[in-house]
């Protein structure tokens, strides 16, 4: 893959795209809504601005802005946003705010952050003390959900209030590794209900009866990147060694699955089964955590080579030249667990393989374009 192919796509994708419909969101699309405040949008603006951080282009920043922009208003309030949904997947687009309050100081950019932490305070939580993924999913924990909310909550406790509950977010995570984790294989159960009550949890441990690569991927994001916003000091020397190791640990075991093309199966620990696919999303963002993990000093030097495989494996599969320009494929669009409304969101392999697969959707492209930016860097 030569980096100005790469460039190529992503002009074309902001060419495509305006401010109220972005041409990557193919969720909503398909859905037959607007783009609003989510965490689809959210990852795609955060990749931008990484790319702005890696090459100085300009472009990519100012899109990046007007988009937030066009959706903050001057008291801080969110069009599309409501904080009392309690829907943790709308914490991830606030990341976006950091960045350009950092670059451009707007204000209301400030209250903005503000008015989503408000959400973080107050999101109700599980027995263990884990915020529940939704309001709408009481008790639940879904591994994805740990990207979404950890690391807006350590970057504005880092930034804003003079790291007062760093120990709610290490025990969130150390709640995960106890009940998420399968010991054989080390990888993540999707999802987890601390209530026993949902209809696609085992009984007994809570747990849904799969590994997906996505949400495994997520939560890799969700370590590296708590890690990256955390300032280390002496009182909390010992729980960011966990959380390190506890990143070095997924890395390695995640690798034990990586298939010799350079990806990941859509579920990982069933890569022989078929009609089980290699996927994009989750393939490129185990890509840009390797590759980032490397940069910031958690992994060895050596672990470069599987991150520059992984996404190598992706564009040579799945990134194609049409007569419509450049299109990125093999992506799933979404996957989750009931409601209970839902029961064909049961976690078995046959719901996991019945989900769309598309192409030129955020949660694929956004993750590749962040492990983009680990390899201009590397350049």
Same mark, same amino acid.
């Given at each position: ?21 972005p041409v990557w969101n193919i969720e909503k699309a398909m ?5 609003? *405040? ?8 955060? !990749? ?15 899109? !990046? ?8 208003? #001057? ?10 949904? /309690? ?5 991830? +687009? ?5 960045? $350009? ?5 707007? #204000?209301k950019y400030r209250r903005a952050i503000e008015l989503i932490?408000?959400? &973080? ?5 599980? +027995?263990?003390?884990?915020? *529940? ?7 639940? &924990?879904? $591994?994805?959900?740990? /990207? ?45 209900? !601390?209530?026993? @009550? ?13 590994? *997906?690569?996505?949400?495994?991927? *997520?939560?890799?994001? !969700?370590?590296?990147?708590t890690l990256d916003k955390c300032e280390v000091f002496k ?8 959380? #390190? ?20 199966? @859509? ?66 669009? &979404?996957?989750? $667990?009931?409601? #209970? ?39």
């Amino acid at each position: 893959m030569q980096m100005p192919v790469f460039e190529k796509y992503i002009d074309q994708l902001i060419e495509k795209s305006t401010l109220d419909v972005p041409v990557w969101n193919i969720e909503k699309a398909m859905a037959g809504k607007a783009g609003g *405040w989510n965490y689809i949008d959210g990852c795609m603006i955060l !990749a931008l601005l990484e790319i702005y951080k890696a090459t100085g282009e300009e472009k990519y920043y100012k899109f !990046a802005d007007a988009f937030i922009d066009h959706r903050v208003n #001057e008291d801080g309030t969110i069009n599309g946003y409501d904080p009392l949904e /309690y829907n943790i997947d709308n914490v991830n +687009a606030g990341k976006t705010l950091f960045a $350009l309050y950092e670059i451009n100081g707007k #204000e209301k950019y400030r209250r903005a952050i503000e008015l989503i932490y408000s959400q &973080v305070k107050n999101q109700p939580r599980t +027995a263990e003390g884990n915020f *529940w993924h939704k309001k709408i999913y009481p008790n639940q &924990v879904w $591994l994805d959900g740990m /990207y979404m909310g950890q690391p807006f909550y350590m970057e504005y406790e880092t930034k804003f209030n003079n790291k007062k509950n760093y120990g709610d977010i290490f025990a969130q995570f150390g709640n995960v590794v106890e009940c998420m984790r399968d010991k054989n294989t080390g990888l993540y159960y999707h999802g987890y209900d !601390a209530s026993r @009550q949902a209809f696609w949890c085992d009984k007994d441990t809570g747990l849904s009866q799969n590994f *997906w690569l996505r949400a495994l991927g *997520w939560y890799s994001m !969700a370590l590296l990147d708590t890690l990256d916003k955390c300032e280390v000091f002496k009182e909390c020397q010992k729980e960011y060694t966990f959380l #390190e190791k506890t990143f070095v640990q997924l890395m390695d075991d995640m690798l034990k699955f990586q298939d010799e093309s350079g990806m990941w199966y @859509q579920l990982p620990a069933l890569g022989g089964k078929e009609p089980n696919y290699l996927e994009t999303s989750g393939s490129a963002i185990m890509s840009y955590s390797l590759l980032k993990g490397v940069r910031l000093g958690f992994l060895p030097e050596s672990y470069r080579q599987y991150g520059v495989k992984a996404f190598e494996g992706i564009c040579n599969k799945y990134l194609k030249e049409t007569e419509n320009g450049l299109n990125l494929g093999g992506i799933c669009l &979404v996957a989750g $667990l009931g409601p #209970e409304e839902n029961r064909r969101r049961d976690g078995s392999f046959e719901y996991y393989m019945s989900e769309p697969v598309v192409e030129n959707d955020a949660k694929g492209v956004g993750p590749l374009l962040l492990a983009y930016t680990e390899l201009r860097r590397l350049d």
